[in-house]
């Protein structure tokens, strides 16, 4: 085990805030955003695309940067009482996050060149289902090691 220390705690504590932001910004998605898409004029769908991938960097790309740098710092600085699995566990859905971008990311240039069509949205809710499973989780591991720390 590890001996209490501020700056592991503060190291959780950000890992918290960005661990709860994720699942908040990533079910806004699968249940709000990605739906509304088939509203918008297939004409119009690739400048609104374009548009909002430019419009999310600072509220999506720079918390999941933030977010996964949080799970390799648990690993250095864990929490007092964290099992090492449970950090193995936050790194390893970390980077099966990264990982889904090789598809992920080519689905939506996808996508944006072919425009809205009602198979491409079906398909994009069912398949984003398997980030918000990986964001949910992650936030339950963390939410995990907070109650691990509260109850050392």
């Not at 690739?46 to 690993?75: D, E, K, N």
């Not at 425009?115 to 339950?140: C, E, I, K």
């Amino acid at each position: 085990m590890y001996h209490a220390n501020p700056v592991n705690d503060l190291i959780l504590l950000f890992a918290l805030t960005f661990a709860l932001y994720r699942v908040g910004d990533i079910w806004t998605f699968q249940v709000v955003l990605f739906p509304l898409w088939r509203r918008v004029r297939a004409e119009d769908f690739p400048a609104y695309h374009q548009a909002h991938f430019r419009s999310i960097f600072g509220v999506i790309f720079v918390p999941m940067g933030l977010s996964a740098l949080s799970a390799i710092l648990l690993w250095f600085f864990p929490p007092l009482g964290a099992p090492r699995w449970l950090l193995g566990a936050a790194l390893a859905l970390q980077a099966l996050l990264f990982l889904s971008l090789a598809y992920w990311i080519p689905f939506q240039l996808r996508i944006e060149r072919e425009g809205n069509q009602p198979a491409l949205m079906r398909h994009l809710v069912n398949v984003h289902w398997t980030r918000v499973a990986n964001l949910t989780l992650f936030a339950a591991v963390v939410l995990w090691l907070a109650w691990i720390r509260l109850q050392g």
